[in-house]
């Protein structure tokens, strides 16, 4: 199997056979967890604060049971 170095934003063919399936692109991402947020996360996501960024989380996602420990993939890096 022939070994690739993957970088954020690079675009790549999904191929079967020989035959190409279309395009795909390396979106880099994380396990977060909701206790784990950060005043840095909300300002990039356009939040003034953790806290709310936080309950919008938990909003989106409707988590169960012990929401603070609830985990999540938080995206890295997104090439537009």
Partial sequence: MERDAWFP???FNV???D???GEAQVILVEAQKVEDLTIYDALLTGFQTAEELKDAVIDWFDFKGNVEK???????YRWL
Wanted: no cysteine; glycine share 12%.
């Fill in 19 to 21: 035959k190409v399936l």
């Fill in 15 to 17: 191929k079967l056979d």
């Fill in 70 to 76: 609830q985990g999540f993939l938080k995206v890295l």
């Fill in 9 to 11: 934003g690079n675009i």
